[in-house]
């Protein structure tokens, strides 16, 4: 190995509870992608390559949620080998779309799906990974946005604050000069408590936001239900709206169990 490429930061990828959409993500970087690959070294990466170099890594990339016994002690040692810890995606950040069985009977599951139960072991829970380990940033998204990713690790590298947006999809919609389809269509949108990220790409298409990237800072999730009651959306589907993608951040948990308690 020339001495370059040994003083080039060292990242690993790595996967628990997921669809690899983000990882993918990275991989449809493309151009961007190579330039990354030029400055660093992806040490350990296996949905893009055979080798896999034992840590320590400079940079620890993790996609997925945590769901079962093995998956809580394999993030132990993935934070040990890590300098700089960052969860991308919904299901690192926020245990995903499984984290719907958060609230049901995981046990009855096991039981009407496998053949033989007896030999499925899992966590009630499908939980983030900051649940288990400190995590360095949290980078939203069901997918992430590919360019935020790339801003993100090269802020990382030059040791600055990644430029990360903390604002809501609304503010997208209003640079796109999108009308407000919950102003003007009567359409339930999640967009003015989710967090930036998408390009306002559902209300582009007269859909309401499904809240892919998670809480925006400071979200007032007591209103937006109020704003969904007063479209006549019934408290069962207000709950359903914040349990999507990023049901178990706290604030879309709380704002759905809050319906269910009314």
């Known amino acids: 190995m020339s001495s370059d490429a040994k003083n080039k930061p060292r990242i690993g990828v790595f996967k628990f509870a997921s669809c690899d959409g983000c990882q993918l993500s990275l991989l449809d970087a493309e151009d961007e ?5 030029g400055a660093v070294e992806i040490a350990y990466f296996p949905e893009a390559s055979r080798a896999m170099s034992k840590g320590p890594y400079d940079i620890g990339l993790v996609e997925g949620s945590i769901t079962t016994h093995q998956d809580a002690q394999r993030i132990q040692e993935v934070r040990r080998q890590c300098r700089t810890l960052i969860t991308i995606g919904a299901c690192a950040t926020a245990g995903g779309i499984q984290a719907l069985r958060n609230w049901k009977d995981v046990d009855e599951f096991i039981r009407v799906v496998y ?26 998204g069901c997918p992430i946005n590919k360019h935020q990713l790339l801003e993100l690790i090269t802020a990382t590298l030059a040791g600055r604050k990644p430029n990360i947006p903390s604002y809501s999809v609304c503010i997208e919609c209003k640079r796109k000069a999108n009308v407000c389809i919950a102003v003007a269509r009567g359409v339930p949108c999640l967009g003015p408590v989710t967090q930036a990220g998408c390009g306002a790409l559902c209300p582009r298409y007269d859909r309401g936001c499904y809240g892919c990237y998670g809480p925006m800072e400071s979200p007032n999730t007591s209103s937006m239900s109020s704003q969904f009651r007063i479209l006549g959306q019934a408290d069962s589907q207000i709950a359903r709206a914040f349990r999507g993608f990023n049901a178990w951040a706290w604030q879309f948990r709380k704002a759905s169990e809050e319906c269910e308690r009314t």
């Open 33 to 37: 992608l190579l330039a990354v690959a």
């Open 115 to 140: 053949a033989t139960p007896q030999f499925i072991s899992t966590l009630k829970l499908s939980t983030p990974i900051a649940e288990h380990v400190p995590v360095d940033f949290e980078l939203r």
